[in-house]
């Protein structure tokens, strides 16, 4: 019986040996930002940084995460502008018939 114990990870300390994806920095992360604030500019360039094989794994799941909060805010704003509009249409007797 052999009494040595190998290790679980390899000595060096790596404990994974898949490439990793660049760091987004924080001047990266701020200019993301003040891009994003940009209204039609900044819904573009979140489809250009969800499906882009230039941009880092990070910032591409943030992308599409926050492409999927702006449809499901855009989605229900247009419901309750349209609730609204109904609401305000039959306050204003828009209904009448004469």
Same mark, same amino acid.
């Given at each position: 019986?052999?009494?040595?114990?190998? /290790?679980?990870? /390899?000595?060096?300390?790596?404990?994974?040996?898949?490439?990793?994806?660049?760091?987004?920095?924080?001047?990266?992360?701020?200019?993301?930002?003040?891009?994003?604030?940009?209204?039609?500019?900044?819904?573009?360039?979140?489809?250009?940084?969800?499906?882009?094989?230039?941009?880092? /794994?990070?910032?591409?799941?943030?992308?599409?995460?926050?492409?999927?909060?702006?449809?499901?805010?855009?989605?229900?704003?247009?419901?309750?502008?349209?609730?609204?509009?109904?609401?305000?249409?039959?306050?204003?007797?828009?209904?009448?018939?004469?």
């Amino acid at each position: 019986m052999d009494s040595t114990i190998t /290790p679980a990870y /390899p000595a060096g300390g790596a404990y994974d040996s898949r490439p990793q994806s660049p760091t987004v920095s924080v001047g990266d992360w701020i200019i993301t930002y003040l891009i994003m604030c940009i209204p039609v500019v900044g819904v573009v360039m979140l489809f250009v940084w969800a499906f882009s094989r230039s941009t880092p /794994p990070s910032k591409a799941n943030w992308a599409k995460a926050a492409l999927f909060v702006t449809i499901i805010f855009m989605v229900l704003g247009f419901f309750f502008a349209g609730s609204l509009i109904a609401l305000l249409s039959t306050m204003s007797g828009g209904h009448r018939v004469y």
